[in-house]
DNA sequence: CGCAATTCAATTGCGTGCAATAGATTTATG
DNA sequence: CATAAATCTATTGCACGCAATTGAATTGCG
């Protein structure tokens, strides 16, 4: 099986701790690059790797997320969902539209509030829960992560996204 | 400004390292859940944060990795491209077109084997560089990460990617 | 040599992502 | 009350990302 390389544009300036310590506080030499590629290749990976684990299911990996996020907390306004998942409705609106013809949810407009529309879950959508039990075992067997690092990793990601948001302004 | 929220799908089982630590081993419970979103997200705020500066060079985002690709080496095949980049020819054929009738790249078939396709920069293509230069350093200011933070992560989401890669026949 | 298998780029089709816009509804303001 | 401003969803247009297919060129094998 062919393996995709890793660190490319930085020939001549490997990744390596001891390396990069002789020219701190020069973050522009390649260091970003590192981290673009590192979590551009990571996201296309973990996309990669659910979904032969999602195709049974019918579902592609951002249905996925929204499934989850439905799951966690039922009849969600499309805006809400936006804002958790960092979609807009540009992208939502198609994608509900195709969860709803594959028979999992429901869209109906608010009475209260014409403007918003709640989503809910059909019985298959609830069902689907159950059946999709096993996903994040498999996903969780296939990081091979532990519970430190898993952990660690996911704040550190957290943390670049939020202070990535956050700096428009500068 | 509105922020985007992060762990919501861990209602009741916030990401903090001693709640999850009291029931180690249960990967399946929404750690995968957590680094899934995580990374979706942070992968995303990447691409934001990088679109503004790239919009003046006229390039998007996976235009610049490819970019960056033939500053570090010119003259690559689209297969070469694509196994760094980890992208098909479904992906970069399109891709290279625009770059093509941006002035950026030129495309010509290898005398030698007429099946590959070599991409060399063009004068613009190669001015480019010099005045992207600017980018990687804002990114890098961005990312507000120290060199241990990032070296750490990149390696993290390598170590990842390479597990999430290597797993498809278990 | 001759033909099948392989390799490589391009194309097609579908599903995101996102900016920009439109349309409808609600809220704020005079 | 009327009108402007804000809010929310849907649509359009463009650019990925990838599976599947096509078509051309090369390699391998008898």
Redesign the pocket.
Known sequence: MQKIEHGFVMTGAKPNKNAMAANAGDTATGLDAMLCFAIYGAA?AF??AY?PLLEPLGL????YLVMMALWTEDGQ???TL?DRL?????????????LEQSGLVK?KRDAE?????KITLTPQGLDLKERSSGVMAEIGKATGCNLEEAVALREALVGLKDRLEGAESE
Chains 1, 2 share one sequence.
């Open positions: 296309h996309t990669r979904k592609t990996y951002p249905q306004k499309v805006k936006g960092g979609l807009d409705s540009g992208t939502l609106s198609p994608l509900l539209k195709r869209r509030d014409e403007r918003q529309v």
